[in-house]
């Protein structure tokens, strides 16, 4: 078929390398099919899976178990992040090239993450973290429970909990001289930090840390509840410290409008993604805040080089016809209704925004065209996991 793109801008197809696809145990929130389809929708290409659904990815059995699902199911190229259980099945799950080893600075020991980074020794699998200690929270959670208004949410989890769980993590980077992936950053002092030190530390932002504020809480509520929470102006990190920053990662959490509407401590975090960021880059490209070739770098060749997605990498996906085709004129507001994800809100809402991915091709075919998911899923679904 033929492609008539006069006029439009064709991009590599983006790689998305923290979305959460709830599959399995949690698919009433999103499976791999309504999450690929929201990722084909926003010209994602390529999806990186995190491991906290349930059971968790954390077992050589598991993870099979969710590659298996996910060959089924996806329409998008995908990875998939481990969790952490035992360090026996760490070495087991290592041969199975993994995205990364996740680490909740919040749920494991020190003595354990120790043990981790030796266990990677000679690996090129990086650690990725979730940056947030634990002590810090429970405190000012505990003297904030009384409060009931959303903004409050910020405070509950204040900026120094996060520089402390980095701190910790650019440690274990720098002592192990071992490549460490820092998820979400929030602040700016976080972010500083992180370009404190000499290590083999990478970092991500999302959509929504560089975009909302905790004001943001007060006038959208707990559909903005996300961890870590966002920060107010001063301590918010916004597009001229974007040079700081390796990548954007859309940290698509989707949960049900049900669940999101409870009270402010009860609402589970995360905010759904994929659908918006596209649209709300290329905003801010057309607002000569952002340049089109730092979309490329930050969404599709840097996450490619820090995951092992490269051709000569560890794993063979990732640069094979995979584009996403743009019309930088077309104008509209964000809407909810034209998800493909089962989460249907969105803090963007409403949100005008100029440029949209109108088409995205997977490995030379079609798989969505104006809003449409080809049928007959077009190319045939590659993974870390393809035996070419
Ligand atoms: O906001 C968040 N949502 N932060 C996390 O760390 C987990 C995620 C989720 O799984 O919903
Ligand atoms: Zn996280
Ligand atoms: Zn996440
Ligand atoms: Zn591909």
């Known amino acids: 078929k033929k492609i008539n793109i006069k006029g439009k801008i064709i991009l590599p197809g983006l790689i998305d390398a ?51 699902i996910a060959s089924k199911k996806s329409i998008v190229d995908f990875g998939l992040h481990a969790s952490i259980n035992k360090i026996k099945e760490i070495e087991k799950i290592i041969p199975l090239k993994p995205a990364s080893f996740k680490i909740f ?6 003595h354990k993450i120790s043990l981790i980074f030796q266990t990677l020794k000679g690996s090129k699998i990086p650690v990725t973290f979730h940056c947030e200690d634990p002590e810090i929270i429970e405190y000012y959670t505990s003297q904030l429970k009384d409060e009931t208004r959303p903004e409050i949410y910020s405070l509950a989890r204040p900026s120094i909990a996060e520089e402390l769980a980095i701190a910790k993590a650019i440690t274990f980077s720098h002592h192990y001289n071992h490549p460490t992936h820092i998820c979400h950053v929030s602040s700016k002092k976080a972010l500083k930090l992180i370009r404190s030190v000499r290590a083999p530390v990478t970092c991500e932002i999302t959509p929504h840390h560089l975009l909302l504020r905790s ?71 057309r607002k000569k805040r952002l340049k089109l070739a730092r979309i490329q770098k ?13 051709n000569k990498g560890r794993i063979k996906i990732g640069m094979d016809a995979d584009f996403v085709v ?9 809407k909810t209704d034209e998800f493909y994800s089962k ?37 045939h679904i590659k993974s870390k996991y393809t035996k070419e």
């Open 18 to 68: 923290h979305v959460h696809f709830r599959e399995p145990g949690y698919e009433y929130k999103e499976d791999f099919r309504t999450g690929s389809m929201a990722a084909a929708h926003g010209g994602f290409t390529t999806i990186l899976d995190m491991p906290n659904t349930k059971p968790e990815t954390n077992t050589a059995k598991e993870f099979k178990k969710k590659i298996k």
């Open 105 to 110: 600075t919040e749920k494991i020991e020190n």
């Open 215 to 285: 004001k943001d809480l007060k006038k959208w509520g707990t559909i903005t509840k996300t961890n870590p929470p966002l920060r107010p102006e001063k301590e918010a990190i916004n597009f001229k410290d974007l040079k700081m920053i390796d990548i954007i990662a859309t940290d698509h959490a989707p949960h049900t409008l049900q669940e999101k509407e409870n009270n402010i401590w009860d609402a589970p975090p995360g905010i759904p993604n994929l659908e918006v960021t596209l649209k709300l880059l290329l905003t801010l490209t």
């Open 298 to 310: 930050m969404l599709s060749e840097k996450p490619a080089s820090i995951f092992g997605l490269k």
């Open 326 to 334: 743009i019309d930088p004129k077309k104008t509209g507001k964000i």
């Open 343 to 379: 989460a249907h809100y969105t803090p963007f809402e409403g949100r005008e925004y100029i440029g949209e991915p109108i088409m995205t091709i997977l490995r030379g075919e079609l798989i969505m065209e104006y809003g449409e998911i080809s049928k007959n899923k077009g190319a």
